[in-house]
């Protein structure tokens, strides 16, 4: 099995809510500003919930597999590509694949 097989720390499916903020960086509220996110070599118009520099939550109706490629057109940083970390209750998390500003 190779490492991209195996399921890593920033690869788990979001089953229970987080009792605590182990996050590394803050979080900005958008206020679910929109933006359009590429899968599967489709577009989607999404909901941004929260950015931080590494990654985001996207309120999204349909449930893509963790690991997925992603691209999301984000108004203030363009286009950011990135990989689905967990799924739950109508909501992704992204992972983006550079740290943004």
Do not use: Y
Request: with cysteine.
């Amino acid at each position: 099995m190779t490492e991209s097989d195996m399921l890593n720390g920033s690869m788990i499916p979001r089953s229970v809510r987080r009792l605590f903020e182990e996050r590394s960086e803050p979080r900005e509220a958008t206020g679910s500003q929109s933006a359009t996110l590429e899968l599967g070599g489709r577009e989607h118009e999404v909901r941004i919930v929260n950015l931080s520099a590494s990654g985001a939550m996207v309120v999204f109706d349909t449930v893509p597999k963790i690991g997925e490629q992603v691209v999301l057109h984000l108004k203030d940083r363009g286009r950011v590509a990135g990989q689905i970390c967990w799924v739950r209750d109508g909501h992704i998390g992204v992972t983006f694949a550079a740290v943004t500003e």
